[in-house]
């Protein structure tokens, strides 16, 4: 048959059994608009995950260096606890061979977390996740202030008592005022706010607002967090190969620290894809 003679036989079909071919045409876009709807509902969802909730909690193509692991999958058995408490902490002597071992162009930072108690003059305490900061980690986080400032390199060194409050909390704290300037006590101690943070989104009803930041050396010598933690970007090709390195150059440092053991032979890294 003919391409001209198929056509004409297909519109005929059309003019005769115009109620039958509106249906089917209908049902063809309402399929195919369906189908563009699902793709782009997964595709925002998957972008609003990697990019504004996970890559702001955990931060996008980041590793962290710990001394026993941050989330555990499944039973865990006692003598691996037993053996996760054995392991020595993380120090502040670690960090520079750390840094040096990491690809160029990585970006690193020191912090602590804990959750304390948060008050002010013109509300009732709160509590809430307090992070003690150092290096690049506004900048891991791609976190940045809505109003304020972030605190100073200065501010950083001379450890002055500043933080950076979340949403949730400047609601809570200060229902009708600009928190700016204002004086708030983390853990009983005194601080000033400098600045507000964006906002890092809810998930299944839990808000993730109700955060604080504050330079590493001050909070510290207060001593509101726990354990320094490290956490360093390499690039998304090499942080791989950029962790191995990291966890091989910390057990020769802790092997060279334990009296009677020789250091393993380095294993050499070569960058990857």
Same mark, same amino acid.
């Given at each position: 048959?003919?391409?001209?003679?198929?056509?004409?036989?297909?519109?005929?079909?059309?003019?005769?059994?115009?109620?039958?071919?509106?249906?089917?045409?209908?049902?063809?876009?309402?399929?195919?608009?369906?189908?563009?709807?699902?793709?782009?509902?997964?595709?925002?969802?998957?972008?609003?995950?990697?990019?504004?909730?996970?890559?702001?909690?955990?931060?996008?193509?980041?590793?962290?260096?710990?001394?026993?692991?941050?989330?555990?999958?499944?039973?865990?058995?006692?003598?691996?606890?037993?053996?996760?408490?054995?392991?020595?902490?993380?120090?502040? =002597?670690?960090?520079?061979? !750390? $840094?040096?071992? &990491? #690809? /160029?162009?990585?970006?690193?930072?020191?912090?602590? +977390? @804990?959750?304390?108690?948060?008050?002010?003059?013109?509300?009732?305490?709160?509590?809430?996740?307090?992070?003690?900061?150092?290096?690049?980690?506004?900048?891991?986080?791609?976190?940045?202030?809505?109003?304020?400032?972030?605190?100073?390199?200065?501010?950083?060194?001379?450890?002055?008592?500043?933080?950076?409050?979340?949403?949730?909390?400047?609601?809570?704290?200060?229902?009708?005022?600009?928190?700016?300037?204002?004086?708030?006590?983390?853990?009983?101690?005194?601080?000033?706010?400098?600045?507000?943070?964006?906002?890092?989104?809810?998930?299944?009803?839990? =808000?993730?607002?109700?955060? !604080? $930041?504050?330079? &590493? #050396? /001050?909070?510290?010598?207060?001593?509101?967090?726990? +354990? @320094?933690?490290?956490?360093?970007?390499?690039?998304?090709?090499?942080?791989?190969?950029?962790?191995?390195?990291?966890?091989?150059?910390?057990?020769?440092?802790?092997?060279?620290?334990?009296?009677?053991?020789?250091?393993?032979?380095?294993?050499?890294?070569?960058?990857?894809?």
């Amino acid at each position: 048959m003919q391409l001209l003679e198929a056509l004409r036989l297909a519109l005929d079909t059309l003019r005769v059994q115009k109620l039958k071919s509106f249906f089917t045409l209908l049902g063809v876009c309402i399929g195919v608009m369906f189908l563009i709807a699902v793709v782009s509902i997964v595709d925002g969802m998957g972008r609003y995950m990697e990019e504004d909730l996970v890559g702001k909690l955990i931060g996008i193509n980041t590793f962290e260096l710990r001394h026993r692991p941050n989330i555990n999958i499944g039973d865990v058995d006692a003598s691996v606890w037993e053996e996760y408490r054995r392991r020595p902490r993380i120090l502040e =002597s670690d960090v520079e061979p !750390v $840094v040096e071992a &990491l #690809p /160029d162009g990585s970006r690193w930072a020191m912090y602590a +977390e @804990d959750n304390l108690r948060i008050e002010s003059a013109y509300s009732r305490p709160r509590n809430g996740h307090v992070f003690a900061v150092d290096g690049d980690w506004f900048e891991i986080k791609k976190l940045d202030v809505t109003s304020g400032r972030r605190f100073t390199q200065q501010e950083v060194l001379l450890g002055d008592d500043v933080v950076i409050l979340g949403p949730e909390l400047v609601k809570r704290l200060f229902p009708t005022l600009d928190p700016i300037g204002r004086p708030v006590k983390i853990g009983g101690l005194p601080y000033q706010v400098v600045g507000v943070g964006e906002s890092l989104g809810s998930a299944f009803g839990i =808000s993730f607002d109700n955060y !604080v $930041v504050a330079p &590493l #050396p /001050d909070a510290r010598s207060h001593r509101p967090a726990g +354990e @320094d933690r490290r956490s360093a970007v390499p690039g998304r090709r090499g942080r791989r190969v950029a962790g191995e390195r990291v966890r091989n150059l910390v057990r020769q440092l802790r092997r060279r620290a334990l009296p009677g053991t020789a250091p393993p032979p380095a294993q050499p890294a070569a960058e990857g894809h």
